[in-house]
């Protein structure tokens, strides 16, 4: 019994159910809405989580955190209510040391700390870019004076981008608001690799963007052989951050072509790499959580 949950609006999610029920997974879903109530009770003296009088069980289980409704209405309400079920469904499976989940030892971790991955990559043996993390504009102006220099948040949520003038003119202090991480701009083609348990899945991203995820359905993506000096440190460092399930993102370098580590995603978009696979990561995802 394989149990999916997170929200209605989560593609990624519309995407798995409909490759399990082809492959005929016993299969029980928890997908949320505004528009739907979910009457979902979990009862900590029992340990029990039900519908109505109806438990819950299984044996196997995928959970995502739905963002789709909150980038289509910017409603915070939609944001904080889809935490707290992500919250919650992790809670009993987490408790719930026999379901098969993947990453279950990244429990109480809710994404990657990225300035550590880069640090841990590195000593994995993976190259990684010229880096300096902070929220001084003067240390900002001197890397831009001397190199292309890209930025993006210390803890995520945002796109990648390029680092000008006018950006560090817009910025009337001394120093930003929060960090940033501030590194030499790499080139085309992006490769993202997936790792599925023992299994690993690697693309070739084409887009004519920094970074590719602005472009949307325009960048083109076709699935390549996994880069074989890129697998053992890529499985060491995904190993000591308790990652069975992730995706790992390279760029290369402008000055020698060289494949550079950007970082790793615990919980990664994966319904157009599977589209690029004609279905072989989303069946590899499923063989893993089923055993098979």
């Known amino acids: 019994m394989l ?3 997170g929200g209605e609006a989560d593609t990624q999610l519309q995407r798995m159910i409909a490759h399990a029920k ?4 016993t299969l029980t879903t ?3 809405s505004p528009e739907d109530d979910l009457p979902l009770v979990w009862d900590l003296e029992t340990g029990s989580l039900r519908i109505g009088t109806a438990e819950i069980r299984a044996n196997a289980a995928f959970i995502r955190q739905d963002v789709f409704r909150y980038l289509a209405t910017k409603r915070p309400t939609d944001q904080t209510d889809a935490r707290n079920w992500k919250v919650l469904f992790d809670g009993w499976v987490w408790s719930n040391p026999d379901i098969r989940i993947f990453n279950r030892d990244f429990a ?3 994404a990657v700390n990225k300035p550590l991955a880069l640090i841990w990559a590195r000593d994995a043996g993976l190259p990684i870019p010229r880096t300096s993390i902070h929220a001084s504009k003067e240390e900002a102006a001197a890397s831009l004076a001397s190199a292309p220099v890209v930025y993006k948040p210390v803890a995520g949520g945002d796109m990648c981008r390029e680092l000008d003038l006018d950006a560090l003119g817009r910025v009337h202090k001394p120093h930003l608001p929060r960090p940033y991480i501030f590194q030499e701009r790499l080139v085309a083609p992006d490769l993202r690799i997936f790792r599925v348990g023992e299994r690993f899945y690697a693309f070739e991203i084409q887009a004519d963007a920094l970074d590719y995820r602005t472009v949307g359905g325009e960048a083109k993506i076709k699935r390549v052989t996994v880069p074989l000096h890129l697998l053992g440190p890529l499985r060491k460092l995904t190993n000591r951050l308790g990652l069975t ?5 390279f760029k290369a370098s402008a000055e020698s072509d060289a494949l550079i580590f950007l970082e790793v995603n615990s919980n990664p978009m994966f319904a157009a ?6 279905g072989a990561l989303v069946d590899g995802m499923l063989d893993w959580l089923t055993d098979h």
């Open 273 to 278: 790499f599977d589209d690029a696979s004609d």
């Open 108 to 110: 109480m971790k809710d």
């Open 30 to 32: 928890l997908l949320h």
């Open 22 to 25: 082809t492959r005929g997974v």
């Open 245 to 249: 399930y992730a995706a790992a993102d």
């Open 3 to 5: 149990l999916i949950a």
